[in-house]
């Protein structure tokens, strides 16, 4: 096609290799049409900047907080290309077009820009094309529906709120434009860190490519390699950060509503949860609490004596968390609206008007959180709640949301200083309005550590809360693309996250919401909530039978809480997914992909977690490789098969991973009083070598940071456990251990620290017969107790112990 006859706008992808220098651990590039930046952050992250000349971009990040380490590499300029390598990585340009090829230093081929169009604009847009490799796979990309496997589809970054989306909306409320390719035995990720609408495709309507492309905004991405996922996801987060410990309440069961109102029903909560004997931590108190949906007020009426209040949950052992909508009702003599207008703290059209859109206070202002004053006034006004007690927030609406959903993309946010429309910022808004409330709450608490729950939010905003998953509904569906978005969060360096239990929109039957709590209490963040005007869902709001599986359920994680807490840990330091998809631990087995498994995944390194839909009393499942207990009766599942379960509604199918080390204590009604409890159990699963990292500190506070803290490594061997001596400074609240060794002969012998010990059996369950009210025949299942379980009762102990068989 002769191209002086072509009108409008046409793909041009980066032209020719002019010349480079290097400085520091950049190498810059100019072509005939732009700039191509390589930088080296470490033997295996390197990123790609690449702009026109007429473009200039300060690449500040709101995701990134790691500077490039001082790494050697080495730049070759060899006839037709230009090569970059790092001890682990080789990076081929081609000169006459520059793109890009990468490779291990064995010269295996990882990942590489389709060779016509590379990097590319069409007008604003920046699109970088990836050769599509035949078997190649797409996980990641965080909180986006459809299948593990993202081959074929694509995905548009741009937080939205999705009131009952369907399973497979796209998109729906927070972007972490990261992901990781797997094909023969390699794989890598790709984090395209642009704060634009960003469209993802992994082969989608094409048999060439995959893609990532924004609006407007610099090609600006990270490539990793690492040997396996829980590398990759290791540098992502080396990169975007990580979570800090959490308070240890906000790991226990936590129950919404929309809403809670007036006080007496939210002491009523409170006090069933007790007379019940189910445990729960946190109950939450949605719009409602707002005098007339105004943030920073309490209803004066339905909230007459909120400090009176507080104080009595908290003798309960409850925390509150209470909602924070961004909208500023801008209503004169309100003083967050006066205050915050006179300072200037509204976002605001270009010709410096206050823009204002509606949502639940009538016309609102909104903060502009990519300006660090004003998140600091945003943490100051939250004083009226901590004051009160409150210790927990819960950010929604922060996509940004307002009827009609349509913000009018001229207006114009701080951007720290640099500037952006909405276009630019809107992505990044939710994640820092979760910073201004992180860091506030931090702040006024003194010490004490807040907790957080966001909608929205953008790369990096693990740093700052848990994530819940938004209007999600009461359906089967619903329930396994729920678990799929948190496990799909997992691979993109957001550990805490869950979706509302029970569903959102619409009303749970009973056994959906039996299967769903069961399921729930495998989750990282465990939380059931339910829309305004619909039937009630606490758990005992579905009869007797459901109640009991609740309770079952909820004490079992209680019970798990030392593994769980140290699963947190383990996030904390490394990044690593607590729900973790099966594609980080079996990446090249087929079999977990495919439709029946894909939801399958293990809670923390150990536990096996199935779920199942609630209209079904069996169930296909897949084991892969190595060997599996069955939780429930010790009956042993060999793996890399498929298999056909019986699955009452009572009973959720959970395997513990041979070769494992499961850490309990007793259950407690709540996670405040836990130093009461004196006996840890330790479950040894023997079958293949491992270790597990257990830690433990005060729970609530940040002297952990101090070495307030104490960790012990458990390994365990083909017949022995040996834990570490303790290190750091905390005292265990634990007084003795409690050693279970699974799958043992009965005639075994077992010495601790060489010394022959007293050794007991009893039959041993993980949950408790539930009543029966069921008078017709049911279907056989398996037993739900292990019978002569073998154990010993040991002292604690600082020093190293060992626990031979
Ligand atoms: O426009 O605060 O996702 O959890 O209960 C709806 C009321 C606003 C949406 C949240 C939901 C919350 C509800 N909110």
Redesign the pocket.
């Known amino acids: 096609m002769a191209q002086q006859h072509r009108k409008g706008t046409f793909n041009v992808p980066v032209s020719h290799y002019i010349s480079h220098t290097v400085s520091g651990q950049e190498v810059l590039i100019t072509t005939g049409n732009s700039t191509v930046r390589i930088i080296v952050y470490d033997h295996s992250v390197i990123r790609f900047r690449i702009s026109k000349p007429e473009q200039e971009f300060s690449g500040f990040s709101y995701a990134v907080i790691e500077q490039p380490k001082p790494v050697e590499f080495k730049i070759s300029d060899e006839g037709e290309n230009l090569t970059l390598t790092t001890s682990l990585l080789k990076v081929i340009m081609n000169k006459e077009k520059v793109r890009i090829s990468i490779y291990d230093v064995e010269g295996n081929f990882i990942n590489g820009d389709d060779p016509s169009f590379g990097t590319s604009w069409l007008g604003n847009e920046v699109t970088t094309y990836k050769k599509l490799i035949a078997d190649e796979r797409f996980i990641g990309l965080g909180e986006k529906t459809g299948n593990l496997d993202r081959r074929g589809k694509a995905y548009v970054n741009w937080n939205s709120d999705n009131f009952a989306y369907g399973v497979d909306d796209d998109p729906i409320y927070l972007s972490t434009p990261f992901y990781i390719g797997i094909h023969g035995n390699q794989n890598y990720g790709i984090f395209f860190d642009n704060s634009h609408k960003t469209t993802f495709s992994f082969g989608c309507s094409n048999d060439r490519f995959s893609y990532f492309q924004a609006e407007d905004g610099e090609m600006n991405y990270y490539f990793i390699w690492k040997p396996n996922v829980a590398g990759i996801i290791e540098r992502y987060t080396w990169l975007t950060g990580r979570l800090e410990m959490p308070p240890l309440w906000s790991l226990g069961f936590q129950q919404c509503r929309?809403s809670y109102y007036p006080y007496p029903e939210v002491l009523n909560a409170a006090r069933t949860f007790r007379e019940k004997d189910i445990p729960a931590d946190v109950l939450y108190l949605?719009?409602h609490y707002m005098d007339a949906y105004k943030v920073f007020t309490w209803h004066p009426t339905r909230f007459p004596d909120p400090d009176a209040l507080m104080k009595e949950l908290k003798k309960m052992g409850f925390n509150v968390v209470v909602?924070l909508d961004p909208g500023i009702k801008t209503e004169a003599g309100y003083h967050a609206y006066d205050d915050g207008k006179e300072k200037g703290h509204f976002v605001k059209y270009p010709d410096g008007e206050e823009y204002n859109g509606q949502v639940w206070p009538g016309w609102s202002a909104f903060p502009d959180f990519t300006k660090e004053e004003v998140r600091e006034w945003w943490g100051k006004q939250m004083n009226i709640l901590t004051d009160n007690g409150i210790e927990g927030f819960w950010n929604?609406?922060n996509e940004p949301a307002a009827w009609g959903q349509h913000l009018p993309d001229l207006i114009e946010f701080d951007y720290e200083g640099e500037g952006g429309t909405h276009k630019k910022s809107h992505n990044v808004y939710g994640m820092q309005m979760a910073r201004s409330t992180y860091e506030g709450g931090k702040k006024l608490l003194d010490g004490k550590r807040t907790f957080v729950l966001t909608?929205a939010g953008y790369s990096g905003v693990q740093r700052y809360a848990a994530v819940w998953t938004?209007?999600n509904v009461s359906s089967d569906e619903h329930m396994l693309a729920g678990t799929r978005l948190v496990n799909s969060m997992g691979l993109t360096g957001i550990p805490f996250a869950g979706n509302d239990v029970g569903g959102?929109a619409g009303e749970a039957t009973p056994e959906l919401f039996a299967r769903w709590i069961a399921l729930g209490a495998f989750s990282p963040f465990f939380r059931s909530?339910s829309m305004v005007n619909s039937r009630d869902s606490e758990p005992w709001s579905f009869g007797e039978e459901v109640e009991d599986i609740s309770r079952n359920y909820i004490k079992l994680r209680y019970r798990l809480m030392p593994y769980l807490y140290s699963v947190f840990y383990e996030a904390s330091q490394n990044g690593m997914a607590v729900s973790r998809s099966l594609a980080i631990d079996y990446t090249y087995d087929n079999n977990i992909y495919s439709n029946p498994y894909q939801n399958q995944y293990l809670f923390g390194p150990s536990i096996l977690v199935i779920p199942v839909e609630s209209t079904r009393e069996l169930h296909k499942a897949y084991f892969p490789e190595g060997a599996w207990y069955n939780l429930y009766n010790d009956k042993i599942q060999q793996g890399n098969r498929e298999e056909i379960l019986s699955a009452l509604k009572e009973q959720q199918p959970l395997y513990v991973k041979a070769g494992s080390i499961l850490l309990m204590q007793e259950s407690s009604n709540h996670l405040l009083n836990v130093k009461e409890l004196e006996r840890m159990e330790i479950h040894i699963y023997p079958g293949a070598e491992t270790s597990f990292v257990y830690y433990e500190d005060d729970g609530e506070t940040y002297q952990y940071k101090g070495g307030a803290s104490l960790v012990r490594t458990f390994e365990l061997k083909s017949n022995s456990l040996r834990i570490s001596p303790k290190s750091g400074s905390y005292t265990s609240h634990f007084k003795t251990w409690r050693v279970f060794i699974h799958g043992l002969k009965p005639d075994a012998k077992i010495t601790v620290n060489s010394a022959s010990v007293e050794e007991n059996t009893m039959n041993y369950r993980f949950i408790e017969p539930v009543s029966d009210f069921d008078p017709y025949h049911k279907p056989p299942t398996d037993p739900l107790e292990i019978k002569d379980l073998i154990y010993v009762d040991v002292k604690w102990n600082d020093a190293e112990a060992v626990i031979h068989w």
């Open positions: 929309y949605d719009i909602i929604d609406m909608r938004g209007d959102f909530h």
